[in-house]
T-cell receptor, first 112, second 112 residues
Framework: DAKTTQPNSMESNEEEPVHLPCNHSTISGTDYIHWYRQLPSQGPEYVIHGLTSNVNNRMASLAIAEDRKSSTLILHRATLRDAAVYYCILRDFSSGNTPLVFGKGTRLSVIA | NAGVTQTPKFRVLKTGQSMTLLCAQDMNHEYMYWYRQDPGMGLRLIHYSVGEGTTAKGEVPDGYNVSRLKKQNFLLGLESAAPSQTSVYFC???????????FGQGTRLTVV
């Protein structure tokens, strides 16, 4: 899987939007962009994924740059429960033998 | 729908003892993964499987063995436990490389 780069940590105020960036300059045409998060003392959970177009679901939005070399996970209104480590991962959909490998992620702190 | 279930949830081993961690999923998923997470660190992939009867090495496979005799189960074995294997172990499963992965709640293993 191609490599991603994320800031080590970010801070947000409660009820404000949060934009979590991810750089993936070596992304290939067959890489999907996946986001997971890990709440304290829990296993990771899926957030969202996309290929080229922006994606929305009940948890978040994913904005993908036109050249696909970067993406941004958007939490529209941060809550205290959103404090977690967020992981941006590339997954090659053309290969049936692609593992799910986590990087260091971004630790998001939410201030009340 | 139980999702991904890990057994046991906690275990203390003495150095040199052996044990098997069980991961069971009831979603008919093809892909299964074993990770370890050390305190304050990210998840590291130990082994994974892309289908019944298959296994592959991840980032940190040494000291561990795995088996996938049944599609729904993925076993992680420690033949001779070492204190360096003290960690929280997470199992995950997904239908394909490009679909949402579901994680278990983790097994906290301490080797003394």
């Amino acid at each position: 899987d191609a490599k991603t780069t994320q800031p080590n940590s970010m801070e947000s105020n409660e009820e404000e939007p949060v934009h979590l960036p991810c750089n993936h300059s070596t992304i290939s045409g067959t890489d999907y962009i996946h986001w997971y998060r890990q709440l304290p003392s829990q296993g990771p959970e899926y957030v969202i994924h996309g290929l080229t177009s922006n994606v929305n679901n009940r948890m978040a939005s994913l904005a993908i740059a036109e050249d696909r070399k970067s993406s941004t996970l958007i939490l529209h209104r941060a809550t205290l429960r959103d404090a977690a480590v967020y992981y941006c991962i590339l997954r090659d959909f053309s290969s049936g033998n692609t593992p799910l490998v986590f990087g260091k992620g971004t630790r998001l702190s939410v201030i009340a | 729908n139980a999702g991904v279930t890990q057994t046991p949830k906690f275990r203390v081993l003495k150095t040199g003892q052996s044990m098997t961690l069980l991961c069971a999923q009831d979603m008919n998923h093809e892909y299964m993964y074993w990770y370890r997470q050390d305190p304050g660190m990210g998840l590291r992939l130990i082994h994974y499987s892309v289908g019944e009867g298959t296994t592959a090495k991840g980032e940190v496979p040494d000291g561990y063995n795995v088996s996938r005799l049944k599609k729904q189960n993925f076993l992680l074995g420690l033949e001779s436990a070492a204190p360096s294997q003290t960690s929280v172990y997470f199992c995950a499963s997904s239908y394909s490389p490009n679909t949402e992965a579901f994680f278990g709640q983790g097994t906290r293993l301490t080797v003394v």
